[in-house]
């Protein structure tokens, strides 16, 4: 069975500093997607990056990146020059045929 | 912009009726999902669509259905309320050829 694990309920960060986001997960599959989605107070759910895992090179998104790790079953993300509006849940999630989630991490950001 | 929409915000139901929440999406997409969304469990899949009259069962299917009667309609039923259904629920669509998954607004059903 696919699963994805969010190790971290919460992490804070200060304004303008960078924080990591952890994220594996486990599957059989060798062709997925990866993705962070973020959700802020409203509930809307935002797509913040996303992976193909047949792709090397890792994702980048202006102040957003990640580190995705194959072999090791890892896709954090790296959000550079933290702003306030980037406190939310932030959650990461798979995609072979179904798209599953992870538990979330909530992220806040303190000036 | 794709825009998916579900029929109610907020919803407050009696134990043992039977609830339908709404889901329409505007581009054509062939999959739909159904999420319920709580507190320290992030985001679970009940029930999935690849297409009108197909659906698949997600992790947590037991005590709802769905129906896909109309390529942009995918509608949540449960048969018979009970208060540990009271949650966040999400819909949401992608197509077939394209992993990105677009999101309705969210619906809080309270089920007393």
């Given at each position: 069975a696919q699963t994805v694990t969010q190790s971290q309920p919460e992490m804070s960060v200060q304004e303008a500093e960078t924080v990591t986001l952890s994220c594996t997960y486990d599957t059989s599959e060798s062709d997925y997607y990866l993705f962070w989605y973020k959700q802020p107070p409203s509930r809307q759910m935002i797509l913040v990056i996303r992976q193909e895992a047949y792709k090397q090179q890792n994702a980048t998104e202006n102040r957003f990146s990640v580190n995705f790790q194959k072999a090791a079953k890892s896709f954090s993300l790296k959000i550079s020059d933290?702003?306030?509006?980037?406190?939310a849940m932030y959650f990461c999630a798979y995609r072979h045929d179904k798209l599953i989630f992870g538990t979330g991490t909530r992220l806040q950001v303190f000036p | 912009d794709v825009k998916v929409t579900q029929s109610s915000r907020y919803l407050v139901k009696r134990t043992g009726e039977k609830v339908f929440l709404e889901c329409v999406q505007d581009?054509?997409?062939e999959n739909m999902f159904w999420y319920r969304q709580d507190p320290g469990l992030g985001l679970r899949l009940i029930y999935f669509s690849y297409d009108v009259k197909m659906k698949e069962k997600g992790d947590i299917p037991e005590g709802y259905s769905v129906s896909r009667e109309k390529k942009e309609r995918f509608s949540l039923i449960l048969e018979s309320a009970s208060t540990n259904q009271t949650s966040m629920y999400l819909c949401a669509s992608s197509l077939l050829s394209q992993p990105k998954a677009f999101f309705g607004q969210g619906t809080r059903l309270t089920v007393v």
């Amino acid at each position: 069975a696919q699963t994805v694990t969010q190790s971290q309920p919460e992490m804070s960060v200060q304004e303008a500093e960078t924080v990591t986001l952890s994220c594996t997960y486990d599957t059989s599959e060798s062709d997925y997607y990866l993705f962070w989605y973020k959700q802020p107070p409203s509930r809307q759910m935002i797509l913040v990056i996303r992976q193909e895992a047949y792709k090397q090179q890792n994702a980048t998104e202006n102040r957003f990146s990640v580190n995705f790790q194959k072999a090791a079953k890892s896709f954090s993300l790296k959000i550079s020059d933290s702003q306030l509006g980037d406190a939310a849940m932030y959650f990461c999630a798979y995609r072979h045929d179904k798209l599953i989630f992870g538990t979330g991490t909530r992220l806040q950001v303190f000036p | 912009d794709v825009k998916v929409t579900q029929s109610s915000r907020y919803l407050v139901k009696r134990t043992g009726e039977k609830v339908f929440l709404e889901c329409v999406q505007d581009m054509d997409h062939e999959n739909m999902f159904w999420y319920r969304q709580d507190p320290g469990l992030g985001l679970r899949l009940i029930y999935f669509s690849y297409d009108v009259k197909m659906k698949e069962k997600g992790d947590i299917p037991e005590g709802y259905s769905v129906s896909r009667e109309k390529k942009e309609r995918f509608s949540l039923i449960l048969e018979s309320a009970s208060t540990n259904q009271t949650s966040m629920y999400l819909c949401a669509s992608s197509l077939l050829s394209q992993p990105k998954a677009f999101f309705g607004q969210g619906t809080r059903l309270t089920v007393v």
